[in-house]
């Protein structure tokens, strides 16, 4: 199969991937996101650069965000976000993070696949995106693509959804203007 | 507006932006990655997270794949490539390291939008994907999302159908078995 | 205190710490190293910035070597070494990858200060460091800088000492060769 | 050689190293430290390392400190402070990177070993630790270390120094105090 078979292959599972996300979970983790005071990211591999890409861009929008492992990570709070990236929901360090993060009382969103997980108890929001996972579940998507290309792909796209409902709630009316809050050195 | 209407916005842009996409360019850069024996990645911000994730990908299909800047980072030789992210085709750091790349005689493909930039003397390849730059040039989609998302988006999702042709080039069979060089610690 | 003064304090601490290393230890770890087939470290914050260094200069000397969480990090294996730096011996991410990779019969090599700890069941070498910890642990220099920085210096100068022993016994004869393995895109 | 051999060599090196720094250069860099909003840190490979350890203890004393290429690197400007790190002054992506921060009118402070060097013209202060660079200028301590170890591991102490200096300065009372600030996720 050429290019445009295998694009259209990852736009169609895209397509139902995000069509499934419910859309009142997603307005609960923009709430979330909009009434913490500073949000952490934790995921690993893919997953993570996907989570540090959406970091990068809450900054833009002037919410402070990072990533748990980034050089000028401070300490969380209870009056701060965790979102954790896990398909299976039962990644170690991750989960073990969470459980660092709860005894901070911070908050704690999870976006995986799984709906009973090893995170499930951590949790104060599960964020569906019903992607196969290793652990061949049923009622998910059984995507084609390599390993969990699907989940990762729908992750950015989530967030960058939530990244334009951020915009709307917050009003920012000049989206241009953002770029005086973007690094300029490189 | 609500997640579906975003998520419906972002999945419209990007079916754009990725039917816009040239076939044989793609073909290209897959031949030049499959007869790479390295390859380097180098962008900034989220570009730069992009590529990462190709970057691991890669290393699962079995190419030796790394970013520019990467822990063990290994020299460049002239038979290597050099894949660069830019949409305007003048981020000074990744232009420099072009240059660089160029004068050790390594390969180099240029993905990005404007067809005419300070980059195009020193790419061997260039792969348009049409985003509308800050450069304000005609011929490109004129993206409603936060500052350059869908120049991301469609480079996350080029990436991962280069990699399934890849698979399929190299005809790799077992799919799940490529979990055997995936990192298992985490 | 100027300048002279404090960096006369960073120095007596440091000739004190590094003398009450032991040799043995030391010798065991380079045997450790010389025979893995491949190196990993694993460590939290300054800590983890050292290691990375390390492992930069592992790779000059030939040896492959990478840090968990690397976007090119391959599986691990029991025909490989984990390193661990970690003073106290109870930072949870480390120690939760110890034990994964003690499931996959690596060998683990972890340089602290505590020599009692959650991770000495799980360490083939402890390589002591008699830094104070927050812990608070009897026998220990208790540095006059600020928070576990004579762990991190000691821990550097010691990989660094390391790296020499290891140039004498792979008889590395001409130092300067080791540029061609060192990366030169910046 | 064995370790008590190859560790005393460190040290010595260290000790003729650190005793070279002019003390009104450091004092320089720290009331520079002190009077910037913000401080930013460029440099490769190890150089980088060294330079995001002193970022992470910047935070911690509770100045505001991010390295160049950083999830949540925000814009520079003429109130900020560069630190450019690099033995030879002519790494370029450092020096491109100066570029664009004087362009801002950040101010630039340079730790180097070549007194001259294409960076000069750029830097408002330049910190010299003398340590022999692939240039073989005159006047520099010839170090028997692997590589440019002498230089990275005098940046670490130096800014280990630095960082009791400006403990002192901001008359900080309570160190222990500074683990407020500290992550605590890992």
């Known amino acids: 199969m050429g290019y445009k078979e295998e694009s259209n ?4 599972e895209l397509n139902e991937a995000l069509h499934t ?4 979970e997603v307005e609960q983790l923009v ?3 909009c009434s913490a005071r500073k949000v952490f990211v934790v995921g690993v591999g893919r997953v993570l650069l996907m989570l540090q890409a959406f970091t990068k861009r809450l900054n833009h929008l002037g919410i402070e965000a990072n990533y748990v492992g980034a050089i000028d990570e401070p300490a ?3 009056q701060d976000l965790l979102i954790v990236g896990s398909g299976s929901g039962s990644s170690i360090v991750p989960l073990e993070i969470m459980k660092i993060a709860k005894k901070y009382n911070a908050k704690i969103a999870h976006i995986g696949s799984n709906v009973k997980s090893p995170m ?5 929001l599960f964020l569906r995106i019903p992607c196969k996972t290793k652990l061949d579940l049923q009622d998910e998507i059984d995507s084609k693509q390599v390993m969990s290309s699907l989940f990762e792909q729908s992750l950015l796209l989530l967030a960058d959804s939530v990244a334009l ?3 709307e709630k917050k009003q920012i009316k000049d989206i241009h203007a953002l770029w005086e809050k973007h690094a300029n050195l490189e």
């Open 120 to 124: 499930s108890e951590y949790e104060d």
């Open 9 to 12: 292959l990852v736009l169609e």
């Open 31 to 33: 709430d979330m996101i």
């Open 165 to 167: 409902m951020i915009v």
């Open 76 to 78: 969380i709070t209870d």
């Open 21 to 24: 996300i419910r859309e009142e």
